[in-house]
C-alpha cells in the first residue's frame, strides 16, 4: 500500500459513480468531486494535467488522460475493479 493515507471507501464510491461514464459526464463528476474534496484539477498547463484528488496525485498530457491515469491509480490502491462491461 502506500502512505498516501486515502480514504478506501470514499475512492471506491467515486470510482462507482465514474463507471460508465464519458466524456463530459465523467469530467463533470471529477470537476464537482475536486471542488467538493478540496483536490486540483487544471488543465495542460506547461503541457502537464494535473488531477489531485482523494490524495492521489497524477500528471498526464491533457485532462482526459489525467482522468484516465487517476481512476487506474486509484483502482490499484484500492482493489476497486470496473464492472467487465466498463473496462476498456
Not at 53 to 73: C, G, M, Q, S, Y
Amino acid at each position: 500500500m502506500t502512505a498516501l493515507l486515502i480514504d478506501p471507501e470514499t475512492v471506491r464510491e467515486l470510482l462507482d459513480r465514474l463507471d460508465g461514464l464519458t466524456g463530459d459526464d465523467r469530467r463533470e463528476v471529477i470537476v464537482t468531486a475536486a471542488i467538493e474534496s478540496g483536490g486540483i484539477f487544471h488543465g495542460p498547463v506547461a503541457g502537464n494535467a494535473v488531477l489531485h484528488l482523494h490524495r492521489i496525485p497524477v500528471t498526464a498530457e491533457t485532462e482526459e488522460d489525467a482522468i484516465n491515469v487517476w481512476i487506474a491509480k486509484a483502482r490499484s490502491l484500492t482493489d476497486h475493479h470496473a464492472h467487465p462491461d466498463q473496462e476498456g
